[in-house]
């Protein structure tokens, strides 16, 4: 059965994890990114290794992906320094949940940057 764009619009694709943190005395849930959002740090990877690591990069990627149990974004720009200033284990262990939650690896990344 092909779908009709009506049909794909409509479909709920934004599939949330649960992460426990128990350093914050709870749960956060982490969503699937956009295409948008995807292609926007997928561009900011590409290439790094020649001009370094952007500034909060971890940070800003969580930025987009914690949200609330009904997919509501935790966080907005402002509070990009003040999420920065978390405990860098706490922080890298939520991003990396959050990278495979995503399907963003390191690999794929590379391999957008090659075509």
């Known amino acids: ?10 479909a709920d694709d ?11 005395g709870g749960d956060v849930f982490i969503r699937l990114i956009t ?8 561009r900011l ?3 790094y290794k020649d001009r ?3 500034d909060n990069y971890r940070c ?3 930025l987009a992906a914690l949200c609330d149990e009904k997919g509501n974004q935790l966080f907005t720009a402002e509070n990009l320094d003040a999420l920065a200033a978390k405990s860098g284990a706490t ?7 959050a990278m495979a939650h995503n399907k963003m690896t390191e690999e794929a990344v590379q391999e957008l940057g090659k075509s």
């Not at 295409?35 to 997928?42: I, M, V």
Request: glycine share 12%; aromatic share 12%.
């Open 1 to 10: 059965m092909a779908l009709t764009a009506e049909q794909i619009l409509a």
């Open 14 to 24: 934004m599939g949330l994890k649960k992460v426990t943190v128990p350093e914050w």
């Open 35 to 42: 295409a948008g959002e995807r292609e926007r740090f997928e």
């Open 45 to 47: 990877f590409i290439g």
């Open 52 to 54: 370094g690591i952007p």
């Open 60 to 62: 800003k990627y969580l």
């Open 91 to 97: 922080i890298g262990r939520i991003y990396d949940a």
